[in-house]
């Protein structure tokens, strides 16, 4: 036995409150909640989706419209579209926390990445 002072009473409890402290902890972590989704959707656009924030709250993503699919910076309540010239599909990947935004793109030589 690990503990031969312990009887199997005084293990059993131990063992019952260390169950109901991790139930404690895991019960009192906030759940995820719907009404804590803010929805990001670019005008005019058939799928949107958002891949990465930064500290500033600046979100970069992609969407898809019946141009095609861009990239997009969600900014300060404004989208700013970014395609790469030439491409046929522009995807922004990342945003660090100096703005820089990274992703990638198809043209007619291939797919790419990209930083901005």
């Given at each position: 036995?690990?503990?031969?002072?312990?009887?199997?009473?005084?293990?059993?409890?131990?063992?019952?409150?260390?169950?109901?402290?991790?139930?404690?902890?895991?019960?009192?972590?906030?759940?995820?909640?719907?009404?804590?989704?803010?929805?990001?959707?670019?005008?005019?656009?058939?799928?949107?989706?958002?891949?990465?924030?930064?500290?500033?709250?600046?979100?970069?993503?992609?969407?898809?419209?019946?141009?095609?699919?861009?990239?997009?910076?969600?900014?300060?309540?404004?989208?700013?579209?970014?395609?790469?010239?030439?491409?046929?599909?522009?995807?922004?990947?990342?945003?660090?926390?100096?703005?820089?935004i990274v992703g990638a793109y198809d043209d007619a030589t291939g797919t790419?990445?990209?930083?901005?």
């Open positions: 036995m690990l503990f031969p002072s312990l009887s199997f009473r005084s293990v059993r409890v131990v063992a019952a409150v260390l169950v109901m402290l991790v139930l404690a902890v895991t019960l009192s972590t906030p759940a995820f909640s719907a009404s804590s989704v803010n929805t990001i959707d670019v005008p005019g656009a058939s799928f949107t989706v958002a891949r990465g924030i930064n500290d500033r709250g600046q979100i970069v993503g992609d969407y898809i419209d019946a141009t095609g699919g861009h990239g997009f910076l969600y900014s300060k309540g404004a989208f700013t579209t970014i395609d790469v010239p030439g491409a046929s599909f522009t995807q922004a990947g990342g945003i660090n926390n100096g703005g820089h790419h990445g990209f930083e901005q």
